[in-house]
């Protein structure tokens, strides 16, 4: 009777024991299959197979894990995260496979040019994976400068190495626009080396512009190149600078005339490189040796002065003179006197 029951027991058992192991490969047989589906980039059919695998069992890590991965190759990162904070909440030990996932996803978002996108998966990946952090940096550095910025954002303590590496393209750069750009970024990463170098170069430069744009200020075909000189001499130099080269010059007055005369001695093509502006409250007397040139006035106004009756009075007025071509050199000289002087020379005239 005893024997007749045992084996009544195993033949009960047998079916379920069956049952169960049926049912775990055919589980199995589902990852596997979302995998083979992964494989062959057919992502949509993955995802529905892992998440019919997940309704019937909620606690396989592995199909969660997957379904991350199907999410991340379909850069939906939300999706992903949401699976992968799953499968670590099921399987702690996944969180190294999440954070290799997150490390491939940026290589490829940063081999892209994309660094916002391969910024945010890298510092997920170091989230999971905090050993993953020197390798990731490494992989920023051989990408070259335009990973700097991200190194930075990943590891701060990446500052020095990173203005080392600007410093070094500043000294290979072709141009000094291009050399000074470099050292300001060093600057900016490390101010106690670099700092005091970069402003030096960068008022030297400035310096060069701001010469290069009186120059140029002075020839009538070269107004366009002047300013463009000046644009860069205020780019490193400020403005104060440039104002105080360019300034208006105000003419004022003397008594007798003889030494505060405003003397111009324009060869031909050039025009005064500043403006110049005579005080109002005196008189002035121009004396010109050949009435072939033109003043530009302030307003915008320009007067072709050919004959006496041509020239304009110029007391309180911006202006600048300028040579034409056929002119090797012009003479234009004024003297101020004041009402007083003027009276007192026009008795000795009469």
């Not at 009544?8 to 589902?30: D, K, Q, S, W, Y």
């Not at 990731?136 to 910025?149: D, H, P, R, W």
């Not at 954002?153 to 141009?175: F, H, M």
């Not at 003397?263 to 409250?281: C, M, N, Q, R, Y």
Request: aromatic fraction near 10%.
């Amino acid at each position: 009777m005893l024997k007749s029951y045992s084996l009544l027991c195993r033949t009960m058992f047998l079916p379920i024991f069956v049952l169960a192991v049926c049912g775990n490969a055919f589980a199995l047989g589902e990852v596997k299959k979302a995998k083979e589906l992964m494989a062959s980039e057919m992502y949509p059919k993955a995802v529905a197979l892992l998440e019919e695998r997940i309704a019937e069992k909620p606690t396989d890590a592995e199909a969660h894990f997957q379904l991350g991965i199907c999410y991340i190759k379909q850069q939906n990162y939300s999706s992903a995260d949401e699976w992968f904070t799953n499968t670590v909440a099921l399987d702690s030990e996944y969180g190294y496979k999440i954070g290799d996932e997150y490390k491939k996803a940026g290589e490829m978002a940063l081999n892209e040019d994309q660094m916002k996108e391969a910024l945010a998966l890298f510092k997920k990946a170091i989230h999971y994976q905090p050993n993953l952090k020197e390798g990731i940096v490494e992989s920023c550095y051989q990408k070259g400068e335009s990973a700097f910025e991200l190194i930075i954002d990943l590891d701060p303590n990446q500052k020095s190495v990173v203005a080392d590496k600007y410093n070094i393209i500043s000294g290979e750069a072709e141009n000094e626009e291009m050399k000074i750009a470099n050292l300001k970024k060093a600057a900016e990463k490390d101010p106690d080396r670099y700092g005091e170098e970069y402003k030096t170069r960068s008022k030297e430069l400035g310096q060069k512009y701001l010469d290069l744009a009186y120059e140029n200020a002075g020839w009538l075909d070269r107004q366009k190149a002047a300013a463009d000189f000046e644009r860069l001499a205020r780019k490193y130099l400020g403005d104060s600078p440039v104002d105080e080269k360019f300034a208006i010059q105000i003419h004022d007055h003397n008594v007798d005339g003889s030494k505060h005369r405003v003397s111009f001695k324009i060869e031909a093509g050039k025009i005064t490189p500043v403006w110049h502006k005579l005080a109002k409250d005196i008189i002035w007397i121009t004396f010109v040796r050949e009435f072939n040139f033109d003043i530009y006035l302030l307003d915008g106004t320009v007067v072709p002065v050919r004959n006496e009756s041509d020239l304009p009075d110029l007391a309180g007025r911006g202006f600048k003179i300028a040579a034409p071509l056929n002119l090797a050199v012009m003479g234009f000289d004024i003297y101020p006197y004041s009402s007083e002087k003027m009276e007192e020379l026009n008795k000795e005239s009469q």
